[in-house]
T-cell receptor, first 119, second 115 residues
Framework: NAGVTQTPKFQVLKTGQSMTLQCAQDMNHEYMSWYRQDPGMGLRLIHYSVGAGITDQGEVPNGYNVSRSTTEDFPLRLLSAAPSQTSVYFC??????????????????FGAGSRLTVL | KNQVEQSPQSLIILEGKNCTLQCNYTVSPFSNLRWYKQDTGRGPVSLTIMTFSENTKSNGRYTATLDADTKQSSLHITASQLSDSASYICVVTPLFTGGGNKLTFGTGTQLKVEL
């Protein structure tokens, strides 16, 4: 079972460059999301999608773009990379919006992460 | 602002020993509380999930407890193994998310199990 697949695993960019982090899931999950993880901080939500064609901003959306043309894919675009975007990025998905439903419902499945360094 | 605080920040124990990790939260009312395990270089993996009406949940050697009155949760690991070395993250979901995802993540407790 592939689960949630992220690429690339590592990337180094120069300030001002753009790039796309890829995320794909094969579990037919409606909900997909992107988080960033920084030292000393909890995971923070960047963008999320509750289904194909529907996206919304999370807690820290500035500098990032997303789209959801299919159920399976949810790419994250960095428009003009800045050193403050150096982080580890995680894509996560669930059957529907996390937190809804009872115990055990809609637990997020995370990808392995993408480590991005912006010089 | 909803917060989740975890303690200790890091912990080193000998293999075979037990340990308890703490999570204090201010999210209220809340829908559920989850504990995730994150191995180095990997994404978090769910260990347990409890609703506000549950006060204990086990998953093998992992037992989570919840006291909704004091807004505290703990994760107890029994007979630790080297493979338990990881970061353990407490995550709380408010009862009324207003759409989307309003999970609040703690910063985690870094556990190292040594021989």
């Amino acid at each position: 079972n592939a689960g949630v697949t992220q690429t690339p695993k590592f990337q180094v960019l120069k300030t001002g460059q753009s790039m796309t982090l890829q995320c794909a899931q094969d579990m037919n999950h409606e909900y997909m999301s992107w988080y960033r993880q920084d030292p000393g901080m909890g995971l923070r939500l960047i963008h999320y999608s509750v289904g194909a064609g529907i996206t919304d901003q999370g807690e820290v959306p500035n500098g990032y773009n997303v789209s959801r043309s299919t159920t399976e894919d949810f790419p994250l675009r960095l428009l003009s990379a800045a050193p403050s975007q150096t982080s580890v990025y995680f894509c996560a998905s669930s059957y529907s919006t996390p937190g809804t439903g009872g115990s055990g419902a809609n637990v997020l499945t995370f990808g392995a992460g993408s480590r991005l360094t912006v010089l | 602002k909803n917060q989740v605080e975890q303690s200790p920040q890091s912990l080193i124990i000998l293999e075979g020993k037990n340990c308890t990790l703490q999570c204090n939260y201010t999210v209220s009312p809340f829908s559920n509380l989850r504990w995730y395990k994150q191995d180095t270089g990997r994404g978090p993996v769910s260990l347990t999930i409890m609703t506000f009406s549950e006060n204990t949940k086990s998953n093998g050697r992992y037992t989570a407890t919840l006291d909704a009155d004091t807004k505290q949760s703990s994760l107890h690991i029994t007979a630790s193994q080297l493979s338990d070395s990881a970061s353990y993250i407490c995550v709380v979901t408010p009862l009324f998310t207003g759409g989307g995802n309003k999970l609040t993540f703690g910063t985690g407790t870094q556990l190292k199990v040594e021989l």
